[in-house]
Every structure is written in structure tokens, then in C-alpha cells.
T-cell receptor
Framework: RKEVEQDPGPFNVPEGATVAFNCTYS??????FFWYRQDCRKEPKLLMS???SGNEDGRFTAQLNRASQYISLLIRDSKLSDSATYLC?????????????FGKGTHLIIQP | GAVVSQHPSWVICKSGTSVKIECRSL??????MFWYRQFPKQSLMLMAT?????????EQGVEKDKFLINHASLTLSTLTVTSAHPEDSSFYIC??????????FGPGTRLTVL
């Protein structure tokens, strides 16, 4: 199974700051990309899909660079509630018929 | 969004016993269900993929005779950890996928084998 690499952190960031994570993937044929959020001892929850043209959802912006095979997540005006582990996820099947490949996650701590 | 439940949410058992975990899609029909395992400070790792009515497809390194998966209906899949040992202690999460192909995750089952 192909690898998905993330910096595990932790990233300690003051409230209100902007923080960005990157994730690299090794399978150039990967079709779909996602960012999930996982709170301690909980199941992962889909944060946002990542589209080729880049996409934004409120304070969150995701970008995909196929040439360099990396995905990024930008969080603006960070809140205390953003503290969590952010998982970079790749779907290599293109149609959701295959299991997802998860990165190990980047641990984010927002400090008051 | 779609709801997936898992039962039990937490189980402690003695070494050598078998544990069954249920995964249910509550408001949609799941043609495919996935089982993942997550060890502490590790990423989720796919164990197997199951399609309703057919045998599960296991990932390399996952023993199919130890982790029995049954997907007998479009709303229920079960994972049975047979003859569990302490090294099987982990967080087991299922996900379900229906017509739209998005995976919806269950809340997970924390297994501790003494």
C-alpha cells in the first residue's frame, strides 16, 4: 500500500494565528484526497475534500499540487476548538470502492 | 449525514477469548464496509474490505482466520477477533459506503485484551 506522509508535530499555535500543514503522497495515480479531523479517542471525521483547483470552507483552505504530489491545509484565525489531529487521506481507487490510506496525522494544539 | 454505529464501544476480555464487533449503517444501505485498526499514536490501517454477500478482501499481513468478517446484509457487518491476545488490543473502526461512495465512519470499538 502506498505511503502518505505527514509531519506528526505537535504544532503549538496561539489562538488566532494561521497554521498550515502539508502532506505528501507517493502514488502518482491517486485520485481523491481528503483532510479528516480526529479528536482524541474518537473516530475520524471528514473535514473537507481536496480539489485540484483548491477549495475553501470557511477558515479552512485545501490545496492540491499533483506535480509535486502534496496536499496542504491552511487554517486561518485558529480557535481553541481546532485542537485535534489532522489526517491526510488518499483514495487510490477513484471511486471509493477501495479503502482509504491515512497518514499518521499532524497534531495541532491551539493555545489561549 | 449518514449514521454508522458500532457495538460495543469498549470491551475488555481475557486472552484466548473471541470478541465480536458489530457495525451497522442506520439510515442507508452500505454496499461496502471497511474495517480499520488504529494502534496508539499510529494512523488508521485498513484491515479488510467487505461487500455484502461476498467474502471479505483482506489487506496484506492481516490474518483472515483470526479476523473473521461477515457482511450478511446491506446494513450490518461483523468483525470477530478470534482467540484474542494482548497484541490485538487496539481501536477498531468500521466505515460504510453506499451509493455516493463517501465513507462514513462508526465511533470505533476500543478492545483491550488482558
Amino acid at each position: 500500500r502506498k505511503e502518505v506522509e505527514q509531519d506528526p508535530g505537535p504544532f503549538n499555535v496561539p489562538e488566532g494565528a494561521t497554521v498550515a500543514f502539508n502532506c505528501t503522497y507517493s502514488n502518482s495515480a491517486s485520485q481523491s484526497f481528503f483532510w479528516y479531523r480526529q479528536d482524541c479517542r474518537k473516530e475520524p471525521k471528514l473535514l473537507m475534500s481536496v480539489y485540484s483547483s483548491g477549495n475553501e470552507d470557511g477558515r479552512f483552505t485545501a490545496q492540491l499540487n499533483r506535480a509535486s504530489q502534496y496536499i496542504s491545509l491552511l487554517i486561518r484565525d485558529s480557535k481553541l476548538s481546532d485542537s485535534a489531529t489532522y489526517l491526510c487521506v488518499v483514495d487510490n481507487s477513484g471511486g471509493g470502492a477501495d479503502g482509504l490510506t491515512f497518514g499518521k496525522g499532524t497534531h495541532l494544539i491551539i493555545q489561549p | 449525514g449518514a449514521v454508522v454505529s458500532q457495538h460495543p464501544s469498549w470491551v475488555i476480555c481475557k486472552s484466548g477469548t473471541s470478541v465480536k464487533i458489530e457495525c451497522r449503517s442506520l439510515d442507508f444501505q452500505a454496499t461496502t464496509m471497511f474495517w480499520y485498526r488504529q494502534f496508539p499514536k499510529q494512523s488508521l490501517m485498513l484491515m479488510a474490505t467487505s461487500n455484502e454477500g461476498s467474502k471479505a478482501t483482506y489487506e496484506q499481513g492481516v490474518e483472515k482466520d483470526k479476523f473473521l468478517i461477515n457482511h450478511a446484509s446491506l446494513t450490518l457487518s461483523t468483525l470477530t477477533v478470534t482467540s484474542a491476545h494482548p497484541e490485538d488490543s487496539s481501536f477498531y473502526i468500521c466505515s460504510a459506503s453506499g451509493l455516493i461512495n463517501e465513507q462514513f465512519f462508526g465511533p470505533g470499538t476500543r478492545l483491550t485484551v488482558l
